[in-house]
C-alpha cells in the first residue's frame, strides 16, 4: 500500500525557516518524481514545487529563492526546506506522487499525504 | 500564465441526480488535464487523468471530456458520498483551478 506520511510542520515567525519531510512507503520511491501541493484554510490547491528521479527541481515563481526541494533515495524521503517564510505561506502542506506509467512520469498526483500544516505568524 | 476557471462555484443536486463540471482553461492544454476531487479533512483523490481517463479505482459514474480550452467533469449519478469539492488541474504548468462545491440540496 502506497503511504506519503508528512511531518516537520509548526508555527513560524516571518522571515524564519522551516524543513518538511515526507516519507514515502509502499512503492519504489526513487522512481518517481514526488511534489509538494499547499493549501490554505478554506482556500484551493497551490503546487509548490517538484523534483525528478534525477533530483532535478521545479518551483513556481512564489516561491522560488525561498524554498529547495530535495529527496533521499536511500531513506524514501522528500524535503522541503523553505526560507524567508511569509504569512502567505501558511497552509496545509501536502506531499504528492506523480502518476506514472510505463517508466515516464506525467503531473499528475495520484497519491497524496494526509499533510502537516505550517503557520507562519508572529 | 494558464489560467483554469472552474464553474459554476457550488452546484446544489440531490442524490441520484446528474452532475455536470466545467473547467474552461484560458488558453489550449490539449487533452493535459485532471480532475480531483476533496472531502473536508481529506488529501485531493485523483478521479481523471489526461481528460477522459479514469484513475485506478474511480467508479465508472465518474466521466470526464474535452480538449484545448474546455472541459467536463460529468458524474452520472451521484451518491451520497460524491458531495465534495472538486479541482482541474492542467499539466504543463501544474496550475489548479478554485474548485467547485458540489452539495446537497
Known amino acids: 500500500e502506497v503511504q506519503l506520511v508528512e511531518s516537520g510542520g509548526g508555527l513560524v515567525q516571518p522571515g524564519g525557516s522551516l524543513r518538511l519531510s515526507c516519507a514515502a512507503s509502499g512503492f519504489t520511491f526513487s522512481s518517481y518524481d514526488m511534489h509538494w501541493v499547499r493549501q490554505a484554510t478554506g482556500k484551493g490547491l497551490e503546487w509548490v514545487s517538484a523534483i525528478g528521479t534525477a533530483g532535478d527541481p521545479y518551483y513556481p515563481g512564489s516561491v522560488k529563492g525561498r524554498f529547495t526541494i530535495s529527496r533521499e533515495n536511500a531513506k524514501n524521503s522528500l524535503y522541503l526546506q523553505m526560507n524567508s517564510l511569509r504569512a502567505g505561506d501558511t497552509a496545509v502542506y501536502y506531499c504528492?506522487?506523480?502518476?506514472?506509467?510505463?517508466?515516464?512520469?506525467?503531473?499528475?498526483?495520484?497519491?497524496w499525504g494526509q499533510g502537516t500544516l505550517v503557520t507562519v505568524s508572529s | 500564465e494558464i489560467v483554469l476557471t472552474q464553474s459554476p462555484a457550488t452546484l446544489s443536486l440531490s442524490p441520484g441526480e446528474r452532475a455536470t463540471l466545467s473547467c474552461r482553461a484560458s488558453?489550449?492544454?490539449?487533452?493535459?488535464l485532471a480532475w480531483y476531487q476533496q472531502k473536508p479533512g481529506q488529501a485531493p483523490r485523483l478521479l481523471i487523468y489526461d481528460a477522459s481517463n479514469r484513475a485506478t479505482g474511480i467508479p465508472a459514474r465518474f466521466s470526464g471530456s474535452g480538449s484545448g480550452t474546455d472541459f467536463t467533469l460529468t458524474i452520472s449519478s451521484l451518491e451520497p458520498e460524491d458531495f465534495a469539492v472538486y479541482y482541474c488541474?492542467?499539466?504543463?504548468?501544474?496550475?489548479f483551478g478554485q474548485g467547485t462545491r458540489l452539495e446537497i440540496k
Open positions: 488558453q489550449s492544454v490539449s487533452s493535459y
Open positions: 504528492a506522487r506523480a502518476y506514472c506509467t510505463n517508466g515516464v512520469c506525467y503531473t499528475y498526483f495520484d497519491y
Open positions: 488541474q492542467q499539466r504543463s504548468t501544474r496550475a
